[in-house]
């Protein structure tokens, strides 16, 4: 896992640490001939009709954590294709409730890229950003690039 880059403008009273953001898993080929004992997906090229996972982790702590409720992480993972085209829709976004609690609390998140990526090469890159309860932000925000994949067709 790479850890990605972090800012709380909060002072001391809220952190984020532990960091981490990495591709997860690829779907299995949708036509594999055969497999063999050690084989493991590279996570960075895939066919068309394979779906990808990005993974991300990261620690809350100090007393502003306490007193957020209400508040929600947006993640989100953003595919840019290199060349003429663009990615379509190319924006991928879960959302993760802040739980307010004393101490460090542990947070995970999944953002599911479907099947059906055209074929080329992509930039990926992943971004944090924390929301209050009307939606407004809050100054939390983190971001990584996590290279690039190529796509091709089966």
């Not at 984020?16 to 997906?41: M, Y």
């Not at 702590?61 to 829709?89: D, H, I, W």
């Not at 999944?110 to 990526?117: E, H, M, S, Y």
Request: proline share 7%; hydrophobic share 40%.
């Amino acid at each position: 896992m790479a850890a990605f880059n972090a800012e709380v403008n909060l002072n001391a009273g809220f952190q984020i640490l532990n960091e981490n953001v990495r591709l997860g898993a690829e779907s299995a080929d949708g036509t594999p001939i055969w497999t063999f004992p050690g084989d493991t997906p590279t996570n960075r090229i895939l066919s068309t009709d394979q779906s990808l996972r990005v993974e991300v982790k990261w620690r809350t702590q100090g007393p502003l954590a306490t007193l957020m409720g209400n508040c929600k992480y947006v993640c989100r993972v953003f595919l840019e294709q290199m060349g003429p085209s663009e990615a379509a829709p190319g924006v991928y976004t879960t959302v993760v409730n802040h739980i307010p609690v004393v101490g460090p609390h542990d947070y995970n998140a999944t953002i599911n890229i479907p099947a059906g990526l055209s074929e080329g090469v992509y930039r990926i890159v992943f971004s944090l950003n924390m929301l209050d309860a009307t939606n407004d932000p809050i100054p939390v925000a983190g971001f990584a690039d996590l290279g690039f994949l190529q796509v091709f067709g089966n």
